[in-house]
């Protein structure tokens, strides 16, 4: 994979990972941005950065990712 997803991202996609696939997740992950107000700056630009790493990724990629939230660090 280019472009490592970094421990936010990697905990964002998990919290939205429910249908299980790439495609799955980017949906959700866009549908969540869509709620978001102007002002909250970081989550967006966590969010665009998840998306864009995830757009350019391969399925296999998405599989390979461990997708389970790390609450303990």
Known sequence: MMNAFNNDELTLMSIYNGAGTRRGLIDSLTEMRGYLAPDEKELLALTDSALQKLSAATDAD???????????G
């Open 62 to 72: 998405y599989a390979a990712l461990d997708l389970f939230p790390d609450f303990e």
